[in-house]
């Protein structure tokens, strides 16, 4: 199957200080990136999708000026968790699509710890 | 807008017992329904799909049936082992402009003890 990755797979900041962590599609195109939080024992909820080249979609409640998505190519995208504060701890997951057959791929995720 | 709901866990069982979780859905049109499985400290992975009314999506001995007339997908296995610990998503997937968007399930923990 094809594979995602993410680095860093746990990084721990202070609080106020900004975080990148990226996602990398090994070995396929990815039309579409998608990034995830995930509380602990609770579902995924989606942030945002996007789409190489052009400006992510955020979903309702996720603010766009903190979590900076940049998804510059077909196997790249960036999330970017500004100013970051201890609420923004959490597990963050990726996924990229090739957009056939309604399937994402999952990469592991990032687990955030804000100080 | 599109759901899926999951029996709570956790679900407790011991090896070689029956497994079933129970998943229901609401979604416009025909989506495709997928389940997803997070071991600790892991992403989630792909189990197995269907895309399609009375599919049956089966993988590593699990299996469920895209049923449209009682939109369910419940995912089933003859005999548990203990390495199927971890947590089951039930996931469904609508179009969105570029891409396929996922909806889940709030998951559901399976704990097989010897």
């Known amino acids: 199957g094809a594979v995602v990755s993410q680095h860093p797979s746990w990084v721990i900041c202070k609080s106020g200080t900004s975080v990148k962590i990226e996602c990398r599609s090994l070995d396929f195109q990815a039309t579409t990136m998608f990034w995830y939080r995930q509380f602990p024992k609770q579902s995924l909820m989606l942030m945002a999708t996007?789409?190489?080249?052009?400006?992510?979609?955020?979903e309702q409640g996720v603010e766009k000026d903190k979590f900076l998505i940049n998804h510059a190519s077909l196997t790249l995208s960036t999330l970017t968790v500004t100013s970051a504060h201890p609420e923004d701890s959490s597990f963050y997951i990726c996924?990229?699509?090739?957009?056939?057959?309604?399937?994402?791929?999952f990469g592991p995720g990032t687990r955030l710890t804000v100080l | 807008g599109d759901s899926v709901t999951q029996m709570e866990g956790p679900v407790t069982l011991s090896e070689e017992a029956f497994l079933t979780i129970n998943c229901t859905y609401t979604a416009t049109g025909y989506p495709s329904l997928f389940w997803y499985v997070q071991y600790p400290g892991e992403g989630l992975q792909l189990l197995l799909k269907?895309?399609?009314?009375?599919d049956k999506g089966s993988n590593k001995g699990f299996e469920a049936t895209y049923r449209k007339e009682t939109t369910s997908f419940h995912l089933e296995k003859g005999s548990v082992q203990v390495s199927d610990s971890a947590v089951y998503f039930c996931?469904?997937?609508?179009?969105?402009?570029?891409?396929?968007?996922?909806?889940f399930g709030t998951g559901t923990q399976l704990k097989v003890e010897l």
């Open positions: 996931a469904l997937s609508g179009l969105t402009g570029g891409g396929n968007k996922l909806t």
């Open positions: 996924s990229s699509s090739s957009g056939r057959a309604n399937e994402q791929f």
């Open positions: 996007s789409n190489e080249g052009s400006k992510a979609t955020y």
């Open positions: 269907a895309t399609k009314a009375d």
